[in-house]
């Protein structure tokens, strides 16, 4: 008997609007990293759709729902995403290459704490009030109520898709806004699928939409006169563009951009714990978070040691099969931007650098081959003059520069445009206080790397960022005070 030809039915991924997904005809290919295969297309908004979408969260009634039953819902949105916790893994890890094993711990697990850390903050925060004292022996009473923002533009990039997206929307419906989500183009999946989840936990049609597409929906969502605050994470060219384009109509941003991290490594450091530490902050996500370590400042006495452990620990990782569980690291998000990492994997080499490992493309076997893939990189050799020292990479490559004093290795810590995270790596306390504070970044770590609580205040300052998210920063952020002063 003759067989059936197998019909492979490629996912579609959808927008979400007003409570029910919206079909487009136009689609674009949705990439898995680690093989350069299609796995999905992507249905593409349009200028209509951003409308709609703005109109029905506008119209969705969330405001007006009490924060005891909007924190009801955010708890349900963390157990409906517990309850599809493989379902978000493997969405994730299809759009992002990244191990499985990475998806899971970091990933879908920050995604349920985000809504249960938010449903708490909401539900435990007061409101300011002074009592004033007048000259005639009388007094005032001054409180302030916060009102939601009302329509929030929610961009979010790739390289931890559904942790950062989360983390906005979490913040921003606990404070009783609507959203208008607009995920990376090249990772979809998980923001469609939070779509079910959130509808699912009893969220009202309108108060969470997706529209997908490429920076022009971007642009057109955050300049849409119906959008009261913007919300951005990724790089600064595109956050500049963007602070651009909200102006005009002068809506709170707030903005969570790129870095050029530093530690510092003194010499009385317990150094098999820091090199645990360091690899973290250099490796972990393939170097593609915005906290991950790119200049590693090391005391010139332990350079040697500190050097040839990182390499030992980057030749330690396993590339491969995201699907893996043993496999540490996953190819970049991009063939576009594997071209970006080797251009500066060249213009070190130009600099005179040493590759004391890594330095170009990995051979992967079968299957993995026209994934974009690159070497842990670790250099020395250059100075804070090099390009490659002073720009955003976004790949696991780190410069090692050497410092004889602990004022020196401060200077040449802050020698930098960007101001988002440092880390210090001292068994000296008062050293470590010390360093943390002098460095002009918005999180400093001390003996530890993207070690987070969520209550606590979290972005950057100079190119790094605007303003800052996280506990009480979120509420201030996602509401608008109006203060009520009383007579008494
Ligand atoms: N958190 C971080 O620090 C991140 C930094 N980056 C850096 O950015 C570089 C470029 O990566 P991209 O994917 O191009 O990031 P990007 O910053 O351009 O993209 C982030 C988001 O902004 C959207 N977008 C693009 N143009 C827009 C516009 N004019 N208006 C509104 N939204 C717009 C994108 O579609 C995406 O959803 C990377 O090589 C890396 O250095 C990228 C991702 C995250
Ligand atoms: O922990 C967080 O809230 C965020 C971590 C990472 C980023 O913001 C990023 O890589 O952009």
């Given at each position: 008997m003759a067989r059936l030809p197998t019909v492979v039915v490629m996912e579609m991924i959808r927008n979400f609007v007003g409570g029910a997904f919206a079909d487009r005809d136009a689609a674009f290919a949705d990439i898995d990293p680690a093989t350069g295969r299609t796995h999905a297309m992507v249905q593409v908004a349009d200028a209509s759709l951003v409308d709609q979408a703005v109109a029905a969260a506008r119209a969705s009634?969330?405001?007006?729902?009490?924060v005891r039953e909007r924190a009801a819902v955010l708890r349900r949105a963390a157990d409906g995403i517990e309850a599809r916790f493989e379902e978000f893994v493997a969405a994730e890890v299809a759009d992002t290459g990244k191990p499985v094993a990475l998806a899971r711990e970091l990933d879908v697990a920050r995604a349920v704490h985000n809504f249960r850390t938010f449903a708490d903050v909401v539900s435990a925060a007061g409101q300011e009030s002074f009592l004033t004292d007048l000259a005639d022996g009388r007094q005032a009473l001054n409180y302030a109520v916060r009102k939601p923002l009302g329509v929030v533009a929610v961009i979010v990039p790739w390289n931890l898709p559904l942790l950062l997206l989360t983390w906005k929307v979490s913040a921003a419906l606990a404070c009783g806004n609507s959203v208008v989500v607009k995920p990376s183009e090249l990772t979809p999946a998980t923001a469609t699928l939070l779509a079910e989840v959130l509808t699912d936990a009893?969220?009202?049609?309108?108060a969470y939409n997706v529209v997908h597409g490429h920076g022009d929906i971007g642009e057109l969502l955050v300049g849409h006169?119906?959008?009261?605050g913007v919300t951005f994470t990724g790089s600064t060219a595109t956050g500049t563009r963007v602070m651009r384009t909200v102006a005009p109509r002068v809506r709170p941003v707030s903005f969570e951009l790129g870095g050029k991290n530093a530690a510092i490594v003194f010499d009385d450091v317990h150094l098999d714990e820091a090199l645990t530490g360091l690899g973290r902050a250099i490796f972990t996500n393939t170097g593609q978070v915005?906290?991950?370590?790119e200049r590693v400042y090391v005391q010139r006495t332990i350079f040697a040691d500190v050097a040839d452990g990182l390499a030992e620990r980057a030749r330690a990782l396993r590339l491969g099969?995201?699907?893996?569980?043993?496999?540490?690291t996953g190819p970049l998000i991009s063939q576009q931007h594997r071209r970006k990492v080797l251009d500066h994997l060249a213009l070190a080499e130009e600099a005179?650098?040493?590759?004391?490992?890594g330095g170009g493309v990995p051979e992967m076997p079968a299957g993995l081959r026209d994934g974009s893939w690159i070497e842990p990189t670790l250099w020395t050799?250059?100075?804070?003059?090099?390009r490659v020292v002073r720009d955003?990479?976004?790949?696991?490559v780190a410069a090692l520069i050497p410092f004889d004093t602990e004022d020196e290795a401060i200077a040449l810590a802050n020698d930098t445009d960007y101001g988002l995270a440092a880390s210090v790596w001292t068994n000296d306390l008062r050293r470590g206080h010390r360093v943390a504070q002098a460095m002009d970044v918005g999180m400093s770590w001390v003996n530890t790397?993207?070690?987070?609580?969520?209550r606590s205040p979290f972005g950057g300052m100079g190119m790094s960022g605007i303003g800052r998210e996280g506990g009480e920063s979120s509420l201030h952020f996602y509401t608008e005070p109006t203060n009520v002063c009383v007579q008494l």
């Open positions: 009634g969330w405001d007006r729902v009490p009893g969220l009202p049609a309108g006169p119906g959008i009261d915005c906290l991950c370590t099969d995201p699907s893996d569980p043993d496999t540490t005179g650098a040493k590759a004391i490992t050799g250059l100075t804070n003059a090099d955003e990479i976004f790949g696991p790397w993207f070690l987070r609580d969520l």
